[in-house]
């Protein structure tokens, strides 16, 4: 059975500091993909990446960052310079691919709060 | 683009009354659904998933059933809400590989 671990319930850090979230995930396919999503206090998920398990290149999108690691099954996130605005909860979540479809399994999620 | 409609936004419902909520999809044509819950303060439970018109998968045992009437449609429903059914539902389509959630419903059961 798949699982995704977020072994942090909660960060606090101070505005301009970077923040590493981690995700470690078990499947036992081959082929799966790695999503990140931020739910801010409204409640509604935003979706912020997605990885498929052939693509270990790491990747870049202003502030935030990705670390694939398949050897260790882990799935980083990286953000610098903190703000404010990125005080929410994240989520890492598996999608693995099914004969019928995909199924999506979430980490608990780690908080993040951003002190100004 | 997918779009998701999920409503009501909020409900307060007393324990043992009847529960519908109801998702729908567009822009997307034969999606996986998804119906999610998230406890105060916890991650998000998968509940329910369907691949197709009247094709559900349950999770998790509990007090709460999904239905599948249309393709883009999917519906969480109880015929008796207990207290341990407050949450935030959240419902979710993938097609391939992306996954799109809705503005989700906050119930409280008192």
């Known amino acids: 059975a798949q699982k995704v671990t977020q072994a942090q319930t909660e960060i606090s850090v101070v505005e301009k500091e970077d923040v590493t979230l981690d995700c470690v995930y078990e499947?036992?396919?081959?082929?799966?993909?790695l999503f990140w999503y931020k739910q801010p206090p409204s409640g509604e998920l935003v979706f912020l990446i997605r990885?498929?398990?052939?693509?270990?290149q790491n990747e870049i999108s202003g502030r935030y960052s990705w670390n694939f690691q398949k050897s260790t099954s882990s799935f980083n996130f990286t953000i610098t310079a903190s703000q404010v605005v990125d005080s929410a909860v994240y989520f890492c979540?598996?999608?693995?691919?099914?004969?019928?479809?995909?199924?999506?399994?979430f980490g608990g999620g780690t908080r993040v709060l951003v002190k100004p | 683009s997918q779009t998701i409609h999920q409503w009501p936004a909020t409900l307060v419902q007393p324990v043992g009354s009847p529960l519908s909520l109801e998702c729908t999809v567009e822009?997307?044509?034969?999606?996986?659904l998804y119906w999610y819950r998230q406890a105060a303060g916890r991650g998000l439970q998968l509940l329910f998933y369907?691949?197709?018109?009247?094709?559900i998968s349950s999770e998790v045992p509990q007090n709460l059933s999904a239905s599948r009437p249309q393709d883009r449609q999917f519906i969480l429903s109880s015929k008796k809400l207990l207290l341990s059914d407050s949450g935030f539902y959240l419902c979710?389509?993938?097609?391939?590989?992306?996954?799109?959630f809705g503005q989700g419903t906050r119930l409280t059961v008192v």
């Open positions: 979540a598996l999608s693995e691919v099914l004969a019928a479809g995909n199924k999506l399994t």
């Open positions: 499947t036992r396919d081959t082929t799966y993909y």
């Open positions: 990885r498929n398990s052939f693509d270990e």
């Open positions: 822009g997307t044509s034969n999606p996986n």
């Open positions: 369907s691949v197709g018109i009247g094709q």
């Open positions: 979710a389509a993938n097609r391939r590989t992306e996954a799109f």
